[in-house]
T-cell receptor, first 115, second 113 residues
Framework: AQSVTQLDSHVSVSEGTPVLLRCNYS??????LFWYVQHPNKGLQLLLK??????LVKGINGFEAEFKKSETSFHLTKPSAHMSDAAEYFC?????????????FGSGTQLTVLP | DGGITQSPKYLFRKEGQNVTLSCEQN?????MYWYRQDPGQGLRLIYY???????QKGDIAEGYSVSREKKESFPLTVTSAQKNPTAFYLC????????????FGSGTRLTVV
């Protein structure tokens, strides 16, 4: 069994300040972890993924996430928020990267960026 | 019970043939999506539809086509123009504005032989 908890349903930051979106997971297997972003009226876009290589993962648009096994966390960060970052973000865990049936999505975090 | 039905679960196709994957939902969700998953790749968006009779291309739409004639149905056709169609295909819905998160179908594994 596996689960994903996104600790904040809404996060609001000012433009130019850091972003932190929190994600905790549980999995019986060595998981693969993903962060996806969805902009309004668009589909999901993959930001970054962790698949048992380096624990600090760099993604697109300046985002990165650190896999911490001891804390079962995979928080998403960005040093400086842009207005274009306003979107909904999903943390996803997969116990088998080759099988979509094992995908578990978090409930999402809505990021608002204030001018 | 509300949910998404994808059929068939496994599909084999000869090179050069078109094939249509079915996705039906009874959740009354507005938005429907088709994703493709390859090992280690994560989900990649093929097409999506926000309302009936309207759909948009995703990141990897080449070689695919869709229709949205009914709210409940969003079939995906994999055409012979798709150069590497062997993959796992997932249909998803999302209830816009009010709902949170996605509902996924069980997927269709397409193999080209």
């Amino acid at each position: 069994a596996q689960s994903v908890t996104q600790l904040d349903s809404h996060v609001s930051v000012s433009e130019g300040t850091p972003v932190l979106l929190r994600c905790n997971y549980s999995s019986s297997y060595s998981p693969s972890l993903f962060w996806y972003v969805q902009h309004p009226n668009k589909g999901l876009q993959l930001l970054l993924k962790y698949t048992s290589a380096a624990t600090l993962v760099k993604g697109i648009n300046g985002f990165e996430a650190e896999f911490k096994k001891s804390e079962t966390s995979f928080h998403l960060t960005k040093p400086s928020a842009h207005m274009s970052d306003a979107a909904e973000y999903f943390c996803v865990v997969s116990s088998d990267s080759g099988s979509a049936r094992q995908l578990t999505f978090g409930s999402g975090t809505q990021l608002t960026v204030l001018p | 019970d509300g949910g998404i039905t994808q059929s068939p679960k496994y599909l084999f196709r000869k090179e050069g043939q078109n094939v249509t994957l079915s996705c039906e939902q009874n959740l009354n969700h507005d938005a429907m999506y088709w994703y493709r998953q390859d090992p280690g790749q994560g989900l990649r968006l093929i097409y999506y539809s926000q309302i009936v009779n309207d759909f948009q291309k995703g990141d990897i739409a080449e070689g695919y086509s869709v229709s949205r004639e009914k709210k409940e149905s969003f079939p995906l056709t994999v055409t012979s123009a798709q150069k590497n169609p062997t993959a796992f295909y997932l249909c998803a819905t999302k209830q816009d504005r009010e709902g949170r998160g996605y509902t996924f179908g069980s997927g269709t594994r397409l193999t080209v032989v």
